[in-house]
């Protein structure tokens, strides 16, 4: 049972006047393929990927995750679905600092109360996949924007969760790693993982299975 | 990873955001411990003290009460002279059940004598203060003729002291009482007789000034009396039949006692305030010292919120940060006070002016253990309330306030 969206709306007010920012937006996020959204800044699309996350309430319409409707749920209940099923990857820096890369890639497990069977060998090919084994023991002040980025990628895949929605997964790779990190999300899907991605790449909208655009709050299918 | 992992790492790794709340524990413990220490220092020394008076009253030549009160308390040289056979009068009144001169003589600031302190002549046929309280260790080595120092004396390496020019063994030692008996000297009144002699030598006169031959001058002159009361009596009634029939002033034991203890509540209170003041002032300015941190990393929070890190985690690795920052903030402080209070009790002894004992290593434990209490119990509060102001932020504003 996928994540689905039913015609979601949310408006935001700025400086005095509102406006849209996901205009009954209808769509779904199915196991085993790669959704991808694509748009300009300020499209929605952030917006979007953190109402299905449950972070952010709509206005109006519904979202469903396995068929339960969460924003019926409880705060803490919301809470437990992203430990428990969704592993996001935000847009901005998202490592702790004081933590190395190899306990900030741990750390996603921390919440999850019913722990899911993640092998020393998913650890290694996740790693290994990411080019991170040289970076376990670094803190994230000492790594650049795309290893802090490959190293918040390990962490929502290595919870091995139902869902994975990512927000610019290859926003500060280069082409290389971009190619790897997409490699990556295939394998995964190709297991049964939901994969939703926010992204301006046409390079990983090329991977993805399903495409969509964004503007001004509306989402199309490509 | 459990949160107190995760809070022991942010800590260790200068992550929290918490150094000055973590030294403004490291000042309350320091505070507490130092204070409570001093105070039970004080405690201590006036018990010993009540215990080593050992006399109910003292009898002193009139205006040297204040004198009297220096020498035990803070072992204050005093020198005076009254005459002996108002023994036999005291021993007369009724009530009293023992009678005992002193002879007290200051040493000189000069190389003729060791240390400059004060020299007190007792009577070993009637003494009933002094000799009680020789180290067991030195009971069968002491013979009549050494001298017997207090506990503080420090003699030198052939174990002898010298005084007006002339070297005396030291044959014993007193148990330490935290008192001016620390600091003084004790001889028999045949010792005290050739300190004497020689003292004049010095320029220096006890008794009659005009007196040709000390050899026999303490059976003509002592510097007080001290008093025991039989069982029954009122130690204010027989205080006063004495003063009647003895033209000097007169010192009770509880009086003595009695401006201790007053001294040891007015330091106790001082204490008691500083340490309230302390308390509440640093909870609540490190209420707004974890607020500031708390609100320093909002998007650390965001990105716990993010993978499912309920209100109540967060509220959790607050509140154990704080509590951590606090107990390391107290270890520290105790382990400053102990450098700063042990090496330097001697002088915050001289300076307080009382009764003063260290208490033992089990009081210490407890005293360590008292301030790590109070200084973790001053980081309760602002670990809720900062706890609090963190989980109660939506998970989206936290996002958003992250990113700026």
Same mark, same amino acid.
């Given at each position: 049972m996928p994540v689905v969206s039913e015609n979601v709306v949310k408006e935001y007010k700025r400086r005095g006047t509102s406006f849209t920012a996901v205009d009954d937006v209808s769509f779904t996020v199915e196991e085993g393929k790669i959704t991808a959204i694509m748009g300009r800044s300020g499209s929605g699309k952030s917006t979007l990927l953190n109402i299905l996350s449950g972070m952010i309430k709509p206005e109006r319409g519904l979202v469903t995750i396995d068929g339960k $409707?969460? =924003?019926?749920? *409880?705060v803490r209940s919301r809470d437990r679905l992203r430990a428990e099923k969704i592993g996001i990857v935000p847009q901005t820096h998202s490592l702790v600092s004081g933590l190395t890369s190899y306990e900030n890639i741990l750390l996603? $497990? *921390? =919440?999850?109360?019913?722990k899911k069977e993640s092998s020393e060998d998913s650890f290694s090919e996740i790693v290994g996949a990411l080019d991170l084994k040289d970076l376990l023991d670094a803190y994230p002040g000492n790594l650049s924007g795309g290893e802090m980025k490959r190293v918040s990628i390990a962490r929502a895949l290595f919870g091995n969760l139902k869902y994975l929605f990512a927000d610019e997964p290859t926003g500060e790779l280069d082409k290389d790693n971009s190619k790897k990190v997409m490699e990556l999300f295939r394998t995964e899907a190709d297991k049964g993982k939901g994969i939703l991605i926010v992204t301006h790449d046409k390079l990983a909208a090329d991977m993805a299975d399903i495409v969509y655009t964004m503007e001004n709050g509306k989402l199309r299918l490509l | 990873m459990r949160i107190k992992d995760i809070a022991f790492k942010k800590i260790k790794n200068g992550k929290t955001g918490g150094a000055v709340a973590f030294l403004f524990a490291i000042i309350l413990s320091f505070t507490v411990f130092a204070g409570m220490l001093l105070a039970s220092s004080i405690s201590i020394g006036a018990g010993n003290l009540k215990q080593r008076l050992g006399a109910d009253i003292a009898v002193v030549p009139k205006g040297q009460e204040s004198n009297y009160q220096g020498i035990i308390l803070n072992g204050e040289p005093v020198e005076c002279s009254f005459e002996r056979k108002y023994e036999g009068v005291i021993r007369s009144? +009724? #009530?009293?059940d023992k009678v005992t001169p002193v002879i007290y003589l200051a040493s000189l600031n %000069?190389?003729?004598?060791s240390v400059p302190i004060q020299i007190i002549g007792y009577d070993p046929k009637t003494d009933f203060v002094t000799t009680p309280w020789i180290s067991d260790e030195f009971v069968d080595k002491f013979s009549d003729g050494n001298l017997i120092a207090g506990n503080n004396i420090a003699v030198d390496d052939e174990n002898t002291l010298t005084f007006f020019g002339r070297t005396y063994e030291v044959g014993a030692r007193l148990n330490? &009482? #935290? &008192? #001016?008996?620390?600091k003084s000297v004790y001889v028999s009144f045949d010792v005290m007789e050739q300190l004497i002699s020689d003292a004049k030598e010095k320029g220096i006169s006890f008794?009659? +000034?005009? %007196? #040709?031959? &000390? %050899?026999?001058?303490t059976e003509e002159y002592v510097s007080a009396f001290l008093v025991s009361v039989k069982e029954g009596y009122s130690v204010d009634n027989v205080a006063g039949n004495i003063m009647r029939q003895v033209p000097g002033g007169v010192v009770q034991s509880k009086s003595l006692y009695k401006t201790v203890t007053n001294g040891i509540a007015l330091i106790s209170d001082i204490i008691k305030t500083i340490t309230y003041a302390m308390f509440i002032s640093i909870t609540l300015v490190t209420v707004f010292l974890h607020l500031y941190r708390v609100g320093t990393r909002k998007k650390e929070w965001a990105i716990y919120r993010m993978m499912g890190g309920s209100r109540n985690w967060i509220l959790g690795l607050i509140f154990t940060e704080t509590i951590a920052l606090s107990f390391l903030g107290a270890v520290v402080g105790i382990a400053l006070g102990a450098l700063i209070y042990f090496p330097f009790s001697n002088l915050i002894s001289q300076q307080v002016k009382l009764p003063f004992y260290l208490p033992g290593i089990t009081g210490i434990i407890l005293t360590a253990l008292a301030s790590i209490a109070v200084t973790m119990l001053s980081g309760v509060l602002p670990g809720i309330i900062a706890g609090e102001s963190a989980a109660r932020t939506e998970c989206y504003e936290l996002m958003r306030e992250g990113e700026n």
């Open positions: $409707k969460i =924003f019926d749920e *409880s996603q $497990k *921390s =919440f999850a109360l019913e | 009144v +009724e #009530g009293v %000069a190389s003729c004598c330490k &009482t #935290g &008192t #001016g008996m620390d008794g009659d +000034e005009n %007196a #040709g031959d &000390t %050899a026999s001058i």
